[in-house]
């Protein structure tokens, strides 16, 4: 490394301006040079995107699988009682049991069941409280 130096301008009084410094510095590149270590640099990069890039197709695809695989809950209006009830596990577990005891096919969707069969599963679910 060369050392530094300090030149002044000679026709300019040092009263008036400050001092300008020169650095010259002798760079020594014995292991790689500019060009190798900014290709190493970009190759880093790229994996890294490529990394970032596979990280967030994993996130989204079991985001993607989760949301198909979750059960979608909705609120039935029970007309007789004036009351609404989350169609949820719970629910099913009562509706269940109630085809079963009233030999109606347990896996038909309650809200394809004729109006008379819904009314008599109502008036069993109020009367069976939240014990099945």
Not at 67 to 75: K, L, T
Request: aromatic residues 16%; charged residues 25%; proline residues 4%.
């Amino acid at each position: 490394m060369k050392a530094l130096s300090r030149e002044q301008p000679a026709d300019i009084s040092p009263q008036h301006i400050e001092p300008q410094w020169v650095y010259s510095v002798d760079l020594d590149f014995t292991k790689k040079n500019t060009l190798e270590i900014e290709e190493d640099h970009f190759e880093m990069e790229g994996k890294s995107r490529f990394l970032s890039s596979c990280f967030l197709a994993a996130a989204l695809a079991c985001s993607v699988l989760g949301a198909g695989c979750a059960h979608h809950y909705y609120r039935v209006y029970d007309p007789y009682y004036s009351d609404y009830h989350v169609w949820n596990g719970e629910e099913v577990g009562y509706y269940h049991t109630w085809a079963r005891e009233n030999h109606v096919d347990e896996h038909r969707d309650f809200r394809k069941l004729p109006a008379e069969q819904q009314k008599a599963y109502w008036n069993w679910r109020h009367s069976h409280g939240d014990h099945h």
